[in-house]
């Protein structure tokens, strides 16, 4: 099995990497590591199925089409986005450009391969449903496309379903909502396989620890470093932390199953913690926790808590690693490698 997997040198996409190499596929990666680091890679460079990194722009329309011409992918990961809140906030362009064009982009390859398959006309003017969808035997290439729990409005206190109102609190979570909805539009229109998936805020080795990672890697790194915690904001917002190899394993699984085409599906824990409550978790006995005023309040979600049911129901996906176990293997592989700093 030939997998795409866009942003595969980040740190979600590294770890979707090496969940494929696991179960045998033949895995290409495509970064232009505006965000993500070759040495993410390194480890799994020896392994057999491990076809390489392509170190280019997921928006590069002639590169797509190269690649799918030399492997003509059954699977494709589309993760590759630009992150970052503030900086989507700053400066939205590089933003849209890669998260609503890029998914575009990528998902125009995949119609073509997916045409190109099935015998279906790419330039023909005009695609009649029934009778083109009908034709399709070939169900491939699957794609799945990441998205992101930044996407939700408030929720009064309860658990997020898939089903909740959006709110486009940022460039980027505008952004993503675009990508998902045009992701959508291709299993509504055309009958490709395609899944929305929409992991909650995730963390574990990999992710990077300096202003731009996470708030788990970068409350573990200050503390190693025996420097005081800073939370920003009140801290009473809260997180479902879901631990990045049991999302992997939902991004993965998500591509094995018929159920979930043309769906948006939620991955989380169904627990909350408060980033207070998170910084008190990891603070050592001799450090201490600061507040610090919010970067950006207006983009802040208040309550992030994943109702993740229907990744139960579809996909028979729960997540295995409690938080605790979580933090200890993210502080043991921040300790034991201190080039990711
Ligand atoms: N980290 C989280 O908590 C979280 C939660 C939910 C969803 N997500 C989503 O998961 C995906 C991966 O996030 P991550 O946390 O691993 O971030 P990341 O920045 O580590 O990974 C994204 C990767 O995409 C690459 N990239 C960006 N623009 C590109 C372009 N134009 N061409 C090629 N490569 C490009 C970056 O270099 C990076 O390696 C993103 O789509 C993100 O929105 C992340």
Known sequence: MNVLVTGGAGF??????????RDGASVLVLDDLSNGREENLRELEGHAGFLGLVRGDLKDAGLLAELFAARRFDRVFHL???????????????TFRNDAEGTFRVLEACRAEYFARNGLDASKK??????????????????????????????????????????????YAAA???????????????????????????YGPFQKSNSEGGVVSIFLKRDICGEPLLVKGTGTQTRDLLYVEDCADFVVGAAES??????????GT????????????????????EHVPHDHPQAEIPKLLCDAR??????????????????????SWLEENRWAW
């Not at 979600?12 to 190499?21: C, E, K, N, Q």
């Not at 986005?81 to 362009?93: F, L, M, T, W």
């Not at 034709?135 to 794609?143: A, G, H, I, K, L």
Request: one cysteine or more.
């Open 12 to 21: 979600i996409g590294r770890w979707v990497v090496a969940r494929l190499l």
């Open 80 to 94: 590759g986005a630009s992150i970052h809140v503030q900086r989507s906030i700053d400066d939205p362009e590089p």
């Open 126 to 171: 005009q695609f009649d449903h029934d009778r083109d969808v009908a034709r399709v035997s070939d169900r491939s290439p699957r794609v799945v496309v990441m998205s992101t729990c930044m996407v939700y409005d408030l929720a009064a206190g309860g658990a997020i379903p898939e089903t909740h109102p959006y709110r486009p609190a940022s460039p």
């Open 176 to 202: 993503k909502i675009a990508s998902d909805v045009l992701a959508l539009s291709y299993f509504h229109a055309y009958g490709m396989p395609v899944t929305v998936v929409r992991p909650f805020n995730t």
């Open 258 to 267: 018929a159920s979930v085409e043309g769906e948006i599906v939620n991955a």
């Open 270 to 289: 169904g627990h909350d913690i408060s980033v207070r409550d998170l910084a008190g978790l990891v603070r050592g006995a001799n450090n201490s926790v």
């Open 310 to 331: 229907k990744a139960k129901r579809l996909l028979g996906w729960e997540p295995k690693v409690p938080l605790e176990e979580g933090l200890r293997r993210t502080r």
